[in-house]
């Protein structure tokens, strides 16, 4: 059973920067992807940004492309988001979450099986 457990996030002003970590545990396999998706009251969960840990490929939606990193730790199995100029829109619900034997960065919730609590962003202006 993997299990994600999520760190950082809490209250910034705008163009301020934060960074969240995801710590997995429980994979039996090397080949997934890890992601990140947030949700703000009232909308669906979308995906922020993503890791293929086998091949390292990434990808990250537009809406944050330039401003948020992702990375990862492969020793300490640990995934990282760090957030920089963040804006009101950023606020919302962070989730981290994992999909094993994939190839590529899915980008849709439905293909992932694991997600952490999630941890709250917020930006104010």
């Known amino acids: 059973q993997v299990q994600l457990v999520e760190s950082g996030g809490g209250l910034v002003q705008a163009g301020g920067s934060l960074s969240l970590s995801c710590a997995a545990s429980g994979r039996t396999s090397s080949n997934y992807a890890m992601a990140w998706f947030r949700q703000a009251p009232g909308k669906e969960r979308d995906f922020v940004t993503g890791?293929?840990?086998?091949?390292?490929?990434?990808y990250v939606a537009n809406s944050v492309k330039g401003r948020f990193t992702i990375s990862r730790d492969n020793a300490k199995d640990t995934l990282y988001l760090q957030m920089n100029s963040l804006k009101a829109e950023d606020t919302a619900v962070y989730y981290c979450a994992a999909r094993i034997g994939v190839v590529g960065v899915p980008t849709t919730p439905a293909a992932y099986g694991y997600w952490g609590q999630g941890t709250q962003v917020t930006v104010s202006s």
């Open positions: 890791i293929n840990w086998s091949s390292g490929s990434t």
